[in-house]
């Protein structure tokens, strides 16, 4: 008898999501969410961005709402956009951060006005300090299949940033679908050869549903060995450079999807539902993963755990 | 250079769908909505249910909505529960009948009160007639993944049905998961089983979207070499014996994901679109494909005809 196979869920419903909710949550209500998805057993969640407050309200506030959070009660993740932001969150004790380079140059350009190059060198100086401060920090390879600017990505580019990110002491890669553009075959091609590079345990993905093809994506690259992936509670979420684009794959729907498949995610379906509606009733805007009702209805059927 | 490869989409909005919306439309409206199809150059589509109308309200007048059809313009059928309905439907000159035999006894039984040996031999009789009639019969295979009463089905019964329908003559077998069941490793499974066993040219496949993994099935199905699918404008439907069932795939989203897979479909998106804002007037319920929006603004950048 083989155990189960383990698929990690990182929940990026507190950050990704709320970040392109039109409503600004309090650090409380953002405090309740998190703390609703730790009572859910999620085994990773994106908890805040350590950013201008002026930039991004939504955000405002991080570091002192981590310090409200029951230590190690998850894998909490905090997204970093600099060096100061590294700095920030090391103080604030942040167990994981996240660095940000689009594939893309144009993106890099028109969202954080740095061309590749920049990001790029600032991300190694980065990851350098964090080797010498054994801090954990992980990178998102963001717009990898395709850009609202440059239209759709070649492989090479991923592969040459992924290789120097990982060379320089980055924890893993996020393979990001940033404006939900891919489609399962192209998944399928690009986690290939990744995987077939850097091995799953490096990697991870992040898909939105802006074309629907979300959990089509998920699947194909579980079907190449990705074992990790974002997804967001209730489906919340979108990118405020893409107008339209839906939110994130919902947590919800990944972790029937994985489960239903025989994997194991550890998650508390009853108590991911609590925290979707939680999500639903804050943001007020949230529909819930598509798979929700059905969940309702269902859940002693369902194996978890 | 080699030609992109074709994939059939069927849409069963008409039938599937509005069999399942509360409202009941006019046969005007539902000719509306089947010649909107045809103006979006859906290839086939399942105009309706020849069906007691005190039983199916919303399938009363079939056969005179067919008359009402511009002749060949879309590959039509009609769903016929038996052999009187098979004579009216051949008398109303339907292209394409379709039978419908669950692979689950328990299903038979309940929504049909007649075990899976008579409906057999009920289907035999009426392909036999179709054969020496020279009309061309096709056969669902219901609940071929997994059934509300009984659970998870076997491969064995659906091989065994299927083998025997095709033997009497069946044009196609249509492999439906009634439920919205499966997931896209047991899709995946199965497929590749009967697509090794019968050819690709003889299957088709109906997924719901009621687990949220309809798109990722269809995407499976793709993978193991299925070419035809089932899907409904504007994601109209549902199934009447599992409340909180979501409908079929969408159209419009099914479309996308073959077309950005680099299959072509003959279908025209924006048209498409016209029947889908046409469906959810019509309805009031309907919801529209997940990708809808997105492709409402994007037309232009996807490749179609």
Not at 114 to 120: A, E, G, K, V, Y
Request: charged content about 15%; aromatic content about 4%; hydrophobic content about 45%.
């Amino acid at each position: 008898m083989t155990s189960p196979q383990h698929i990690v869920i990182n929940d990026v419903g507190p950050r990704d999501g709320l970040q392109n909710q039109p409503k600004v949550l309090s650090i409380e209500e953002r405090s309740s969410l998190i703390n609703a998805l730790i009572d859910a057993q999620l085994p990773a969640i994106e908890v805040g961005a350590i950013v201008s407050p002026k930039a991004v309200p939504a955000m405002a506030g991080s570091t002192e709402l981590l310090s409200t959070l029951p230590a190690n009660a998850s894998h909490y993740s905090m997204l970093i956009p600099n060096q100061k932001g590294y700095e920030l969150g090391r103080d604030a004790g942040a167990p994981v951060m996240s660095l940000v380079i689009a594939t893309s140059n144009t993106m890099n350009e028109k969202n954080i006005r740095r061309t590749t190059d920049d990001i790029m060198q600032q991300s190694m100086n980065i990851l350098a300090q964090a080797k010498a401060e054994n801090q954990c920090v992980q990178a998102y390879l963001a717009t990898a299949w395709a850009c609202p600017f440059e239209g759709q990505m070649s492989l090479d580019s991923l592969l040459s940033l992924g290789a120097q990110l990982l060379e320089a002491g980055a924890n893993k890669l996020i393979i990001a679908d940033t404006i939900g553009a891919a489609s399962p075959d192209q998944v399928a091609v690009f986690m290939n050869k990744l995987v077939t590079e850097w091995g799953s345990e490096k990697l991870a993905c992040h898909f939105h549903d802006t074309r629907a093809m979300g959990l089509a994506n998920v699947y194909a690259a579980i079907e190449q060995g990705v074992r990790e992936f974002d997804a967001s509670i209730a489906g919340l979420g979108g990118c405020p450079f893409a107008p339209g684009a839906s939110g994130n794959v919902a947590t919800e729907d990944v972790t029937l999807l994985v489960e239903q498949m025989g994997f194991r995610t550890g998650i508390d379906l009853e108590k991911l539902i609590s925290a979707a509606d939680l999500a639903i009733t804050l943001t007020g805007t949230a529909q819930g993963g598509r798979s929700k009702r059905w969940l309702e209805k269902n859940l002693a059927s369902v194996a978890t755990n």
